[in-house]
């Protein structure tokens, strides 16, 4: 009982936390529908630790004291003179941490799914106010294709895989040339480090994407039991994210109560808005992207190879840095096309850093080649 009181009393003080920051956020917002979102929330906080008040109660605790903690009072002082939008992201971030905070604690299930909506709205919010409108970020998607593309989605994958591939077989290849082993044996290393790497990359990215999907079904099937089981809830909560974008208050709930007429509808909307969640992709095919992982590995890991099955000695050497250098010159001028710096000195970075790493590996396989001969 020791133990359940303890946490009673820190989730009471969380919640109470909570609705003084969002009443401060209210009271500092001009903007009437969002200072309307920030009071509904505080209101909800308020509910919340009200659970926990009853439950000391029960518990023979009462009286509970509460003061704001320092980062409650300093967000609050910081909004009221920089306005809500300035401390925003900070709240949306943290908000997003504790999304789950009652996911373990069985007396609280019917709690813990508005936390995870009041995660969705913040950052709602907090993206609406960082473009001034809801919808200003959207309309910059929609008109400019390349704006995507810039924030580096297939392309930047692919481009950092080969890189991966490049960089670490080329530092492996000078590595063993640089211990003077036979050019056999740096070609059979090189090979080796390939298809290992290769094959640690396939299974990284399988793994990756494999519990991305089950904890994505596993969110999906929370959001549609609670959908069953509290719609009322659920349709607040989606009426509050709409508003959070910028939707006047009247129309959010119009939308909301329409969107939960139909529950595969709701739940496709929910789980996209409140849990950021594509319900045609789940995060896409686990094999398809080890497949991917792997050949992007392979095609990068095998520039530093190639002259090695030709060559031998220095001028292997040689031309395996020439060719390495030349790739991971192309390699750097891809990347400007998602980092916003000028193609030559993406390539020359690119070329900079990754001859210094070839060097340390040449250099420390020389002193072992060394050490152990």
Same mark, same amino acid.
């Given at each position: 009982m020791g133990l359940d009181i303890a946490r009673y009393q820190a989730n009471l003080q969380d919640e109470l936390n909570g609705a003084a920051l969002y009443a401060a956020l209210a009271a500092a917002e001009p903007d009437p529908l969002r200072r309307d979102l920030f009071l509904q929330l505080s209101q909800a906080e308020t509910s919340h630790a009200q659970l926990w008040r009853d439950k000391l109660t029960a518990a023979g605790v009462h009286g509970e004291h509460f003061a704001p903690n320092f980062r409650t009072r300093l967000l609050a002082k910081l909004a009221r003179r920089f306005g809500p939008r300035f401390v925003l992201p900070s709240i949306a971030a943290?908000?997003?941490?504790?999304?789950?905070?009652?996911?373990?604690?069985?007396?609280?299930?019917?709690?813990?799914?508005?936390?995870? /909506?009041? $995660?969705?709205?913040?950052? =709602?919010?907090?993206?609406?106010?960082?473009? !001034?409108? %809801?919808?200003?970020? &959207?309309?910059?998607?929609?008109?400019?294709?390349?704006?995507?593309?810039?924030?580096?989605?297939?392309?930047?994958?692919?481009?950092?895989?080969?890189?991966?591939?490049?960089?670490?077989?080329?530092?492996?290849?000078? /590595?063993? $040339?640089?211990?003077?082993? =036979?050019?056999?044996?740096?070609?059979?290393? !090189?090979? %080796?480090?390939?298809? &290992?790497?290769?094959?640690?990359?396939?299974?990284?990215?399988?793994?990756?994407?494999?519990?991305?999907?089950?904890?994505?079904?596993?969110?999906?099937?929370?959001?549609?039991?609670?959908?069953?089981?509290?719609?009322?809830?659920?349709?607040?909560?989606?009426?509050?994210?709409y508003q959070a974008k910028g939707?006047?208050?009247?129309?959010?709930?119009?939308?909301?109560?329409?969107?939960?007429?139909?529950?595969?509808?709701?739940?496709?909307?929910?789980?996209?808005?409140?849990?950021?969640?594509?319900?045609?992709?789940?995060?896409?095919?686990?094999?398809?992207?080890?497949?991917?992982?792997?050949?992007?590995?392979?095609?990068?890991?095998?520039?530093s190879v190639v002259p090695f099955f030709w060559l031998k000695g220095h001028w292997a050497i040689g031309a395996s840095v020439v060719a390495s250098g030349l790739v991971l010159c192309v390699v750097g001028m891809l990347t400007s096309l998602f980092n916003g710096r000028g193609a030559w000195y993406s390539a020359v970075r690119q070329l900079l850093f990754g001859c210094i790493a070839a060097g340390v590996t040449y250099g420390v396989g020389a002193a072992l080649g060394t050490s152990l001969s």
């Open positions: 943290a908000e997003f941490a504790d999304r789950n905070k009652y996911a373990g604690q069985s007396d609280a299930h019917e709690i813990s799914a508005e936390e995870r /909506g009041h $995660a969705a709205v913040i950052q =709602a919010a907090a993206a609406a106010g960082s473009h !001034g409108t %809801a919808t200003v970020g &959207a309309d910059i998607e929609r008109a400019e294709p390349w704006h995507r593309a810039a924030s580096g989605n297939n392309l930047r994958a692919a481009v950092l895989g080969a890189n991966d591939g490049l960089v670490s077989n080329f530092c492996l290849v000078m /590595g063993v $040339a640089g211990a003077g082993a =036979a050019s056999k044996i740096v070609l059979l290393t !090189g090979l %080796a480090g390939l298809v &290992a790497g290769a094959c640690s990359m396939a299974l990284g990215e399988w793994l990756s994407v494999t519990n991305a999907r089950e904890l994505a079904q596993t969110q999906i099937g929370k959001e549609a039991e609670e959908i069953e089981q509290t719609p009322a809830a659920e349709e607040h909560e989606l009426a509050l994210i939707m006047p208050k009247e129309d959010a709930q119009r939308v909301a109560a329409n969107i939960m007429k139909n529950k595969q509808g709701a739940l496709d909307t929910l789980a996209r808005e409140e849990l950021g969640i594509d319900m045609t992709e789940l995060g896409g095919n686990p094999w398809s992207a080890a497949a991917t992982s792997f050949a992007l590995f392979a095609a990068g890991a095998i520039f």
